[in-house]
């Protein structure tokens, strides 16, 4: 069973809906992609009827606020749990130095003291790089630099079965540099913003994030199979997936997916 739970679809300060974090789901493991940005983390893996105690692997993009800091109350819930002889094993986190120096300082600054020596134990960071391969919850997995000019930020690509693959790529646009990898690709998450509309919003992020006509344009040419569209504005949200459907449609040629917060995706 290959699912992939949708926890946050929004980027930056939302107000409408959960800022971007998924679960991927293989048979009975599950990898956590960011974490979004607060408390609500948890009410949304109970929301989607998933158990923090079965999560043992993280992945976090950045540094961003909006992918980092549900992390946070995350761990806070694991080393309850832990205390409680209700979590079995360690966490894996994989990110960048940074990250861990961050969350490592806020831990220390933050958490009561009964709580430092449990996560020295429990959780176990493994600090990626472009290129690193991992072993995890029964996938191969392949660190994927997103060349982002805002922060160091990485992706990766997974080998699902069936001979399929996925693509997470942050929240930047596909860089020139990984168009080779990234093509014919199976499934892809990718970063949209907004629709073509221009407001000044969309004036300010024009620079560093996409519409739904460039990602569709850009990933029918690398002839992506399957195209999720996700870390949007929250901007009239009600409406995203009708007007994102509708203007997708005339530039993509394969499956076009644009989740709200707490749905589901089908990866069989």
Known sequence: MQ???VLGTCAGVAENGYTLSGVLKHNDKYLLVDAGGG???LRQLKLSGLRVGDIHDVFISHKHIDH??????FIRKILTLIRLNEYEGKLNIYCDKEIK???DYII???????FQEVYKETVIYHLIEDGQEYELIGYKMKIVDTYSIASVQFGFEIELENNKNLFYLGDVPCALQ????????????HECFYTSEKNKITELVSKVHSTVEDVCKKMNQLEIKNLILWHTLDYEIETRKQR???EG???FDGNLYVPDDLDVIDLD
């Open 39 to 41: 408390m609500q983390i």
């Open 101 to 103: 120096e961050i969350v």
């Open 68 to 73: 980092l800091l549900g992390l946070i109350p």
């Open 3 to 5: 699912k992939f739970y």
């Open 178 to 189: 990984n168009y080779d990898k990234v093509k014919n690709a199976d499934w892809v998450l």
């Open 249 to 251: 449609k005339d530039f």
């Open 244 to 246: 994102f459907l509708a």
């Open 108 to 114: 220390k600054t933050t958490f009561h003291d009964s």
